[in-house]
């Protein structure tokens, strides 16, 4: 498995948001008094319209894009919808959160892992219910060592958003170094279910079961 930092960026939180494209409204044209109108019958009822679809709501257009991701037909296709997912799991978080998230990369840079921690920590604090900032906290916690504090974030990820493959990857790395092979293969196997395409994933597989069959890489 490579080292636990590249969880670090594999799912990075979108801190901005594409800017909208707004098309310019047409006024209709005015009405022209003088001209005949469609004859009205005093009986006739109003046209029936359409009903309307539901709006989606944030859960379920991440759910479409959970199933699309396990659907997706190459690496390239499947990374755009990684891309999509990972926007929708972060559209949530407040503008202080994003400014702590910020620190901790800065942190990071620094390779000061316990201010990382921290800042995620005060960012879990102001919006508890973001299973995304749990899953950062572990990649830091994994960066640095920390296997079951790693562990224990991800189950609290895992237990919100049990369709989120880079939680599962990072779960597999984290019982992989525990020395916990078996563990380690249930959790990268639920990950490919989740995406097939994920870069580099026979490498890591074979890996994963060199060390079940307790052998060395």
């Not at 309307?52 to 699309?68: C, G, I, N, Q, V």
């Not at 390239?76 to 919808?81: D, Y």
Request: glycine share 6%; hydrophobic share 40%.
């Amino acid at each position: 498995m490579t080292d636990g930092r590249r969880w670090l960026m594999a799912g990075a939180v979108l801190l901005c948001s594409p800017a909208l494209t707004f098309l310019p409204v047409q006024a209709a044209p005015a009405a022209n008094p003088a001209a005949p109108g469609p004859a009205v019958s005093p009986t006739a009822k109003p046209p029936a319209s359409a009903p309307r679809s539901p709006r989606k709501t944030l859960h379920d257009r991440l759910m479409d894009a959970e199933k699309a991701l396990a659907m997706a037909g190459n690496e390239k296709q499947a990374g755009e919808i990684s891309e999509r997912a990972e926007g929708l799991r972060s559209r949530a978080l407040t503008g202080s959160v994003q400014m702590l998230i910020t620190d901790s990369h800065d942190a990071l840079e620094k390779h000061d892992f316990q201010q990382a921690q921290d800042d995620l920590t005060a960012a879990i604090t102001i919006q508890p219910d973001q299973p995304i900032l749990y899953r950062q906290r572990a990649a830091i916690r994994l960066a640095a060592g920390d296997n079951n504090g790693a562990i224990t974030d991800l189950g609290v990820v895992l237990q919100a958003d049990p369709g989120d493959p880079t939680a599962w990857g990072m779960l597999a790395e984290a019982e992989h170094d525990r020395h916990q092979p078996e563990a380690a293969l249930q959790a990268f196997h639920q990950m490919l279910l989740l995406n097939p395409k994920s870069p580099d994933s026979d490498t890591q597989l074979k890996t994963l079961e060199k060390a079940r069959d307790g052998q060395q890489d």
